[in-house]
T-cell receptor, first 114, second 115 residues
Framework: AQSVTQLGSHVSVSEGALVLLRCNYS??????LFWYVQYPNQGLQLLLK??????LVKGINGFEAEFKKSETSFHLTKPSAHMSDAAEYFC????????????FGDGTTLTVKP | DTGVSQDPRHKITKRGQNVTFRCDPI?????LYWYRQTLGQGPEFLTY????????KSRLLSDRFSAERPKGSFSTLEIQRTEQGDSAMYLC?????????????FGEGSRLTVL
């Protein structure tokens, strides 16, 4: 079975500072990895995904993540935080898209200070 | 292109009552998922359908819970004899199997409060 651990339930950064949200996964087979963002009172929406190929993936709103198999990590970064980035972020893993479900981490709430 | 829609968005009920939630997926999507999300936790998988077939159910889905997708389009999630522990956000998501990316498209959720 797969699992996801997000280190840090709350992260606070200043506007313009680097954003780093950590995600480690456990999977017995090559995973598909995802980051989703959830704004208050809204559903989750996809930020970016890794399936195969290039290990550095770029997503919407200037976010990117790097798949590191040796570290079983898929950390999310953004060079310069914007106030509108304040939200909750979820990392998710799917081991085989035909097997159906994704397993989510518990989320990291990002606060951006002016 | 309409996204995933869920109804109702909010439901307050008394313990012991039955509630039903409806999810309308993106029209061409053949997979439909139900997740539950409580405060401070990520979405927890409940069940999923491919077309009208229910392919997997989590052990979280007790016998008070039942989900259907009778014609392979919309789905309903019913909770019988609700308990306070059922209070949560119930999320529906859909996907297209042939797209093979595993990306889920979520609705805005149905928030259940059991008094």
């Amino acid at each position: 079975a797969q699992s996801v651990t997000q280190l840090g339930s709350h992260v606070s950064v200043s506007e313009g500072a680097l954003v780093l949200l950590r995600c480690n996964y456990s999977s017995s087979v090559p995973p598909y990895l995802f980051w989703y963002v959830q704004y208050p009172n809204q559903g989750l929406q996809l930020l970016l995904k890794y399936t195969t190929g290039a290990t550095l993936v770029k997503g919407i709103n200037g976010f990117e993540a790097e798949f590191k198999k040796s570290e079983t990590s898929f950390h999310l970064t953004k060079p310069s935080a914007h106030m509108s980035d304040a939200a909750e972020y979820f990392c998710a893993v799917t081991v085989n898209t035909n097997a159906g479900k994704s397993t989510f981490g518990d989320g990291t709430t990002l606060t951006v200070k002016p | 292109d309409t996204g995933v829609s869920q109804d109702p968005r909010h439901k307050i009920t008394k313990r012991g009552q039955n509630v039903t939630f409806r999810c309308d997926p993106i029209s061409e999507h053949n997979r439909l998922y139900w997740y539950r999300q409580t405060l401070g936790q990520g979405p927890e998988f409940l069940t999923y359908f491919q077309n009208e077939a229910q392919l997997e159910k989590s052990r979280l889905l007790s016998d008070r819970f039942s989900a259907e997708r009778p014609k392979g389009s919309f789905s309903t999630l019913e909770i019988q004899r609700t308990e306070q522990g059922d209070s949560a956000m119930y999320l529906c998501a859909s996907s297209l199997v042939s797209a093979s990316t595993g990306e889920l498209f979520f609705g805005e959720g149905s928030r259940l409060t059991v008094l």
